[in-house]
């Protein structure tokens, strides 16, 4: 069976060049209303990207928002677009083949994956995740995500001498694995959780 591809970036038609005043008035550029809208949909999810509220927060009129994007789903897309690429980038380079490194590598994944996550990449993690469930749009592109990240430790695994069976089900197994971790608090179930860890790596990797 072929490899399931990444999901070409959605394409935000709204999204403007120009960067010029408008009447004299303060205008934002683009990028600029994609990080206040991912931090807002950090601390309040999907609901709390209305446009009227953006604009407060960014101290402009909703004049300068219509100026870069078309309308609020232009924007949406936008933001899913960052979020892809910005993990996409972080995929290639945790999970990058070196060969005759791939079991080295497979660890670091597992330590880098599984340590303590920024709080606020975490949020914004779990509110893409929670936007999915509700948007087919979100949905895909943290369905294409997903099998990025399956696919490029898969090949790690492959790369280390294991068969396609076992390497989709280790590579599966690796990630269901991590971000549980990212979510439990697990401190107390063992006298030295850093060796736990590793004996969970080991198992993945080794078998």
């Known amino acids: 069976m072929e490899n399931q591809a990444v999901k070409p970036p959605i394409k935000s038609q709204g999204l403007r060049a120009s960067r010029k005043a408008v009447s004299g008035r303060t205008q934002l550029d683009p990028e600029r209303w994609i990080d206040v809208a991912t931090d807002v949909l950090a601390k309040e999810g999907i609901a709390g990207l209305r446009v009227e509220v953006l604009a407060k927060r960014c ?3 909703k004049g300068s928002f219509y100026w870069h994007f078309r309308d609020r789903q232009a924007l949406l897309d936008a933001v899913l677009e960052r979020w892809r690429e910005g993990r996409i980038r972080d995929i290639e380079k945790t999970t990058a083949v070196q060969a005759g490194q791939e ?3 497979l660890h670091y994944a597992i330590e880098l994956y599984g340590a303590n ?5 975490m949020s914004i993690e779990l509110a893409v995740r929670d936007w999915a469930r509700h948007d087919s749009r979100a949905a895909a592109v943290v369905e294409a995500v997903d099998l990025y990240r399956l696919e490029c430790t898969r090949r790690l695994f492959v790369a280390s001498g294991m068969t396609e069976a076992s390497a989709k089900s280790r590579s599966l197994l690796l990630y269901a694995c991590v971000f549980g971790l990212s979510l439990m608090h697990y401190d107390h179930f063992d006298a030295d959780p850093a060796d736990l860890k590793r004996r969970i790596a080991q198992h993945i990797v080794a078998g």
């Open 103 to 105: 079991l080295e590598q």
């Open 59 to 61: 101290g402009v009129t």
């Open 117 to 121: 996550r920024n709080q606020k990449g």
